[in-house]
Each structure stands twice: as structure tokens, then as C-alpha cells.
């Protein structure tokens, strides 16, 4: 059987999949002109085929590096289930076995191999000698921020990775992560000394998890709450401490859930054993620290919940992104409350070393911040990536909950005026106290005789603090910068307080918790075969002793389930179904769907698939089509604005979905010239966001015309 050279080709027959994702495919023709790249891809983006797929189109062998010894044998595992020849080299291999894998390196029987770098470096550069000997055609480095110091995750092994390009000059490498700011990113190229890299970023979006951030106030009860949302689903739960971990796993337990705690302190073994049991779908719910995760790729994690406050949205994201990969609807829920930020100021700092502590300090404040919003979470985590984003993502706390507002004029009088009272001298917390007129001994005595004292005693606590954060949202307030911080009024106080300005302030309502449920697809899945199946899958993970989602993830199932193909030819349209794979499984697989449809008299709906490939989003609301209308009775932009009372730019967007659609020809728009100067600028961007590109064009061109432009090569399937 002749190996196929053709990336789309070797995209469906070992790994069952049509379509390429981000910029997969851009990538790997990059890496197959043996060219160096850097691709910064959001967790479960999909980095591994942009390295596995050149592996199999290149003659020779491909070395992965990766700092995740625990995940090499999972990945060697699920190349193999697909009929790639891979190997990996770790200290959790036996002597025999390692001479082994060298021996079928010296036959040229491995298309990759994976290490860890100080197997690679180590041992007086020998085993870089042994390599040289063999057919490198590519060098992958997977976790490529571990060689920054910039970075939240320094390894000073990896900064030895830097003689690569001089041990296998000519070889391409490419080099990948997940989370790398700006300067990780530049130190990424210098140190590894890549040449004339190409950059892919790929949007950060993880479009499929939904961001909620509730009040750190009876968490655990919450937390019930939530888990009622996700009964039977596979989830993560982070704790700062290793006892709170361990805690949190007995009381669930013994609210009858099925977890199990997972940290540092837990002996090697047993720790190792709940990781796999997680894995495996043993056990659905991990309570861990953040010393879990990284050796984990989990395609079905339905939700991950931060209990406490993580020390950086690097972190946080990376451990997020651990729910859905899938591409399935994930919840990630986090705890929030100030405290947490002074609690953790100490843990951040770097001993003696001050220009990393402050680096530290300003992360954890970024991320007290995430926790303050009061506008789309999911924007200000894109936004952090450098990632234009837009103002309401439809899917976070914020912008799902539409919030009413009504005016607190005197609500804002009052805590405006507490604070004017207290000299500006005190924080949120204690400012609320004078509100509700608190007994504490904490309040000092003179305070006590304030006016302010006890006005506010109708509201609860958590009332005034979300109405503090509102006022600070509003700029009526203002937060200092120290450790412990404090309210201070700003210019535009005095009005409210004078009574000349009105305040609108939200309604304060309860977080609200969507059922990630099952997937958001038009047909109805049958959920009781979807367990069938599962059953099924589980069989064959066992007898080959590997993770159920190694052999198909649940996103495949699902499709399964949904569509029910009834033969060979119809399950080669299920994503996921390989060739290997197919041969193997498929008959299996086929039964239980056939067995079942047969059962309840139920058709195939393969012919869904099909249609809903070729649907096109639906975006003809009846306002884009007036706006469409009124352009083609030779209306200007500007005119359709005024007399549709609406804005230019929004007249412009209705328009560039109608082209996005193909309603419109985009000539209707510009002239050919215009088109024709754009498209080059869009086809060689390699950013996300269409920022760039303006920056590479002429100043009038205006966005909404490139995005015009975008819209229409992406009706036409170009980008
Ligand atoms: P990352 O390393 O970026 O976190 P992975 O490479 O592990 O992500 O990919 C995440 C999941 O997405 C895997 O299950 C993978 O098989 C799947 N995947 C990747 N690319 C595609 C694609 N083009 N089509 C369908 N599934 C894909
Ligand atoms: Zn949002």
C-alpha cells in the first residue's frame, strides 16, 4: 500500500477527519517547504497533527520533545491505534526496551519519536551523535514556553534545546505552545535560534467553554449546585492546598458523588492510579491541585471549577482549556473573591529575585481583574492574548445574564458618601461594614458616630459588594494599588453626591449556571445508544489497555449516535473513523447501531450529514435584509444610516453578512481594484483578527471593507 503525500489525504486515512482546523493546513505545507515555524494554538486547538501529519508525508524519522514523560505513552499509544509507527524514549522504559525502540531506529522502522529534552541533550551529547546517524527529517518541540524565563512554566532543561539547529542544521523544527505573552514568545525564537520562522497564531477562542465566576461565599453549596448540572459528566476541580483537595474530595464523597483527590502529597503510585481511574472514566471527578493536568489529554472533560483563585491567567487558561476538547459544550466555573488575591501575594513572590516577583505580582493582579469584570469575561482573556475579541460573547456570566438596571442613584449616594466619611482611608470590605451598621469590634469607635453608620442596613453584604463593583466599573470610584486597597473617590463622585447625576446599576442577580448538557446540534442524539456505545468502547480500551477516549472520542460517538450509519461507506463519513480504525472497530460499532435502529424502527440520518455540511450559517435576519433593500435601491451607506436610524458601521456589518452568505455580489460594494489590493493582505496574515491587516494597508482603507473582503473569500471557501 503506497503511503499517501497529499496532507488532506493522510488527514482522513490515519486519523479519520475531513477538514483541517485553524491553520493546520498552512502549517504543514510550511513544515513540508522545511521551514521553521512557531504555532501558538489554545489547548485541544489540535498542535499534534501539524507535527504527526508532516511525520508521515516526510521519508525520515521525527523527534517530538516534550517535557510530559506521563503523556508519551498515551500519544505513542493512539498513534499506534492508528497504524503510525511511533516510539518514545523515558526512564519509565526498562533497559530492554529501550535498546528496543534504538534498534528500531537503527532498522528506520519509526516515523516518530518522542523525548523527553534531557534524553535528548543529556549523557554527553551521545545520544545526539546516535541521531545524527539516522534520517531526521523534522524536529518538533512541544511546550515550547518551558524555555523562557518570561513564562509561567521555566525548565532550565529545556534552555539546552538552543543547539538543535547547529546538531541538525537544515532540519526544520517547529516549535509549539499554548500560552506564550509576547516576550515568551520573542525568547521562544531566540533561544531555540530559529531560522527566518514563520509565526501561526491561531485564536485563542476556545469557543466551546463558557466562563462563569461566582462570588466566593458558601462555595461548596454552589458548587452542589453546579455538579447538579453536570451529573454523570467527567470534570476537574482545582484547590490551592493539597488538604483542600483531600477535603473536598471526602465531602463530595460523602454527598454521593464519585471523585477522588489527586496531589503532590498522595504517594507516587496511588496518585498515578486516580490519574489513570480520571482517564480512563474510572472515576468522573478529580479534586486536585494544580500539580494535575499537565499529563493529561482527556478529550471529555465537561467542566473544570477553580475553588480558589489561580496565580495567572496563563495558568488559569491553560487549566480551563483542559475541559472540551473535544469541541463539545464545557463549563469552566471559578471562585472569586478578594481575599484570595491577599492570600496569595505571598505565595507569588520568587525569593530573591525582585524583577520576577513583580512580574508574578502583576499576573496575579491581572487575574484578580478577571475576577472583578463587569464586561465579557471571554473578551478580556483574548484581549490578555493579545486577541481582538468582540464586546459580548453570548457565552460567559456577563453576557449571559442580560442584567436589568435600575437607578441606585441613592445606593451610590450612600457608598459614596461612606467613603468620603471614612477620609478615603479604608477598603471595600470595611466600608461595607459602616454601611450595614456591623457590631465588630473591628469598627473603630469614632466610626460608629458617623452619619453613613447603618444606612445601608437593608442590603446584604454581598449586595454592597456588587454594587461597589458596579460604582468602581463606572469610574465612581477608584481602587489603589496597594496591597491592601483602598476606595478613593474620583472627579466624577462629587455630582452623584451632590445629587446632579443620576446612577444606573445592575440588578444584582444570581450566576447562572447552564446545563453544559449534551451537544448543541439540531438533531436529537440517542442518548441511549450513546451509552451503548460507550459500553462498547470501554470493552476494547480495557482488552487493549488504553483509554476509552484513545480509541474513539465521545465527539465521534455522538456522531454515531446521531446520524446512525448503516454501513461500511457511511461510517467513513463519521469523524474519527480512520482507515486503521475503521477495519478494526467498525463492524463492532456498526452492529450496535444497526442492532438499535432495527430495535425502534429508526431510520439513518446520514442524509443530515450531508445537508449540514452544505448549510451555510443562517444569518437573513429580516433587519440585514432591509438594510440590503434600501442598497439596492441605490442607496449610500450613509444614507441607508440615517434613514434606518441606525450607524454607519453597524449598516456596514448587516451588508458584510448578506456577502458572507452570498446574498450579495461583493462588487455591489467595491470596486474590483479595491478587492484586488485587499486579498493579498488577508491570504499572507498569519494573526488572527483583522488588526493586521489594516496595519498592512493603505490608511483609508476602513475595516469594515477588509472585513467585507474577508467574508467574501470565506462565502468562497478560501480562508
Ligand atoms: P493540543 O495539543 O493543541 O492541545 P491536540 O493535538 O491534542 O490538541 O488535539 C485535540 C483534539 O482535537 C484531539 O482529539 C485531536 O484528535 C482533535 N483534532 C485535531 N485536529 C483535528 C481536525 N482537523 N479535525 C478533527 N479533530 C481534530
Ligand atoms: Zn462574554
Redesign the pocket.
Known amino acids: 500500500m503506497k503511503a499517501p503525500t497529499d496532507p488532506k489525504d493522510v ?1 482522513k486515512k490515519y ?1 479519520g ?6 491553520r ?1 493546513e498552512q502549517i504543514i505545507a510550511h513544515v513540508l517547504d522545511q521551514k521553521d515555524s512557531l504555532v501558538l ?10 507535527y ?1 501529519v508532516p511525520a508521515l508525508i516526510f521519508d525520515g524519522l521525527t523527534l517530538v520533545v516534550s517535557p510530559l514523560i506521563a503523556l508519551m505513552k498515551d500519544q505513542v499509544d ?1 498513534l499506534k491505534l492508528n497504524g503510525i509507527k511511533a516510539a518514545y524514549l523515558n526512564s519509565a522504559l526498562s533497559a530492554s526496551q529501550q535498546s528496543e525502540v534504538i534498534n528500531q531506529l537503527k532498522n528506520s522502522e519509526l516515523k516518530l519519536l518522542y523525548l523527553a529534552p534531557e534524553r535528548l541533550i543529556g549523557s554527553d551529547g551521545e545520544f545526539i551523535k546516535f541521531l545524527q546517524t539516522l534520517k531526521v527529517s523534522m524536529i518538533a518541540i ?1 511546550e515550547a514556553h518551558c524555555i523562557s524565563q518570561w513564562g509561567h512554566d521555566f525548565r532550565p532543561e529545556y534552555t539546552q534545546l538552543s543547539k538543535l539547529k547547529a546538531n541538525f542544521p537544515g532540519t526544520p523544527v517547529i516549535a ?1 505552545t ?1 500560552t506564550a505573552d509576547r516576550l515568551t514568545k520573542e525568547d521562544i525564537l531566540k533561544q531555540l535560534k530559529l531560522d527566518k520562522p514563520a509565526i501561526f497564531l491561531s485564536s485563542f477562542n476556545r469557543e466551546n467553554i463558557h466562563y462563569f465566576v461566582a462570588p466566593k461565599r458558601e462555595s461548596y453549596a454552589q458548587l452542589l449546585d453546579f455538579l447538579k448540572n453536570h451529573e454523570g459528566e467527567s470534570g476537574i476541580i482545582y484547590t490551592l492546598s493539597r488538604a483542600s483537595a483531600e477535603g473536598l474530595a471526602a465531602s463530595l464523597k460523602a454527598d454521593g458523588y464519585d471523585v477522588l483527590p489527586y496531589h503532590a502529597g498522595l504517594e507516587r503510585e496511588l496518585r498515578d492510579k486516580h490519574q489513570d481511574m480520571f482517564i480512563k472514566d474510572e472515576v468522573k471527578i478529580i479534586t486536585a491541585t494544580i500539580a494535575f493536568g499537565m499529563g493529561i ?1 482527556k ?1 471529555n472533560v465537561r467542566f473544570v471549577v477553580h475553588m480558589d483563585l489561580p496565580k495567572n491567567i496563563e495558568g488559569y487558561y491553560q487549566e480551563t ?1 483542559r475541559a472540551g ?3 463539545l459544550k464545557s463549563d469552566a466555573l471559578l471562585f472569586y473573591s478578594y481575599a484570595d488575591v491577599m492570600k496569595l501575594q505571598r505565595f507569588v513572590e520568587v525569593e530573591s529575585n525582585e524583577q520576577q516577583s513583580r512580574i508574578m505580582l502583576k499576573k496575579l493582579h491581572e487575574m484578580a481583574e478577571y475576577g472583578d469584570l463587569r464586561t465579557c469575561r471571554r473578551k478580556y482573556l483574548l484581549n490578555y492574548f493579545d486577541e481582538e475579541a468582540d464586546n459580548n460573547c453570548g457565552s460567559c456570566d456577563i453576557c449571559l445574564n442580560d442584567r436589568e438596571r435600575f437607578d441606585g442613584t441613592v445606593i451610590a449616594q450612600k457608598a459614596l458618601s461612606a467613603v468620603a466619611r471614612l477620609e478615603q482611608k479604608f477598603g471595600a470590605g470595611y466600608v461595607i461594614d459602616i454601611l450595614k451598621g456591623s457590631r465588630s469590634e473591628k469598627i473603630r469607635e469614632e466610626h460608629k458616630q458617623l452619619k453613613t453608620y447603618g444606612v445601608g442596613a437593608d442590603l446584604t453584604k454581598t449586595e454592597w459588594s456588587h454594587y461597589i463593583k458596579d460604582l468602581l466599573y463606572l469610574g465612581l470610584l477608584n481602587k489603589t494599588n496597594a496591597q491592601f486597597p483602598v476606595l478613593r473617590l474620583t472627579e466624577k463622585s462629587l455630582p452623584v453626591l451632590k445629587g446632579e447625576e443620576k446612577v444606573m446599576l445592575y440588578k444584582v442577580s444570581e450566576t447562572i449556571y447552564q446545563s453544559s448538557g449534551k451537544p448543541q446540534q439540531e438533531l436529537p442524539m440517542e442518548a441511549s445508544l450513546f451509552d451503548h456505545l460507550k459500553l462498547l468502547r470501554k470493552r476494547f480500551a480495557v482488552s487493549e489497555n488504553v483509554p476509552p ?1 484513545i480509541i474513539f ?1 465521545d ?1 465521534t460517538l455522538q456522531e454515531l449516535a446521531t446520524y446512525l450509519p448503516q454501513n461500511m461507506e457511511d461510517l467513513k463519513e463519521i ?2 473513523f480512520g482507515a486503521v480504525k475503521l477495519e478494526k472497530y467498525g463492524e463492532a460499532f456498526l452492529e450496535k447501531v444497526i442492532e438499535y435502529c432495527a430495535s425502534r424502527k429508526l431510520k439513518t440520518q446520514m442524509d443530515q450529514k450531508q445537508r449540514k455540511r452544505k448549510r451555510k450559517s443562517n444569518l437573513n435576519t429580516p433587519t440585514k435584509l432591509e438594510s440590503l433593500r434600501l442598497l439596492r435601491e441605490k442607496n449610500t451607506l450613509e444614507e441607508i444610516a440615517e434613514k434606518r436610524g441606525l450607524s454607519v458601521s453597524t449598516i456596514e456589518s448587516h451588508l458584510n453578512d448578506c456577502v458572507l452568505e452570498g446574498l450579495i455580489d461583493i462588487l455591489e460594494l467595491m470596486p474590483q481594484a479595491l478587492i484586488d489590493e485587499i486579498t493579498p493582505a488577508i491570504m499572507e496574515n498569519t494573526v488572527p483578527g483583522i488588526k493586521p491587516v489594516k496595519e498592512k494597508l493603505r490608511d483609508d482603507i476602513t475595516y469594515g471593507q477588509i472585513r467585507a473582503v474577508y467574508n467574501f473569500l470565506q462565502c468562497k471557501g478560501v480562508v
Open positions: 488527514l486519523f477527519y475531513t477538514k483541517f482546523r485553524h493546520q494554538m489554545p489547548t485541544g486547538g489540535g498542535k499534534s497533527l501539524c504527526q493512539a512541544d509549539l499554548a489529554d478529550s482549556g476538547r473535544d469541541g477516549y472520542s465527539a469523524s474519527g
